[in-house]
Nanobody
Framework: QAHLVQSGGGLVQPGESLRLSCAAS????????INWYRQAPGKEREFVAR??????????ADSVKGRFTISRDRDNAKNTVYLQMNSLKPEDTAVYYC????????????WGQGTQVTVSS
């Protein structure tokens, strides 16, 4: 059964870095938009970044622009999307979710299990 598997995350101090991974299982990122969202306690889920698998085009939320980078594995063999998070701030603390939606054909919408990122001194 197709699904997304997330890894990475953890506890870091302000200014440090983390990398999150989102691996597709049972399908390939050949025609999808892959998004990262996050949800902090007591807040709505918010968009963080996205990448279009066909073009490599990326978009970011203003709050993470210049600090976070979304990318896909270079040779596409690992079928994985990454979120490199640098210069982390306490306000980046949240549960992060990856999401993959199909661009065309049969509509599919997959979500990862979520991973906790905590930025605290």
């Amino acid at each position: 059964q197709a699904h997304l598997v997330q890894s990475g995350g953890g506890l870091v101090q302000p200014g440090e870095s983390l990398r999150l991974s989102c691996a597709a299982s049972g399908f390939t990122f050949n025609s999808h938009v892959i998004n990262w969202y996050r949800q902090a306690p007591g807040k709505e889920r918010e968009f963080v970044a996205r990448i279009i698998s066909t073009s490599g085009s990326t978009n970011y939320a203003d709050s993470v622009k210049g600090r976070f980078t979304i990318s896909r594995d270079r040779d596409n063999a690992k079928n994985t999307v990454y979120l490199q998070m640098n210069s982390l701030k306490p306000e980046d603390t949240a549960v992060y979710y990856c999401n993959a939606k199909s661009l065309w054909g049969t509509y599919t919408d997959y979500w990862g299990q979520g991973t906790q990122v905590t930025v605290s001194s």
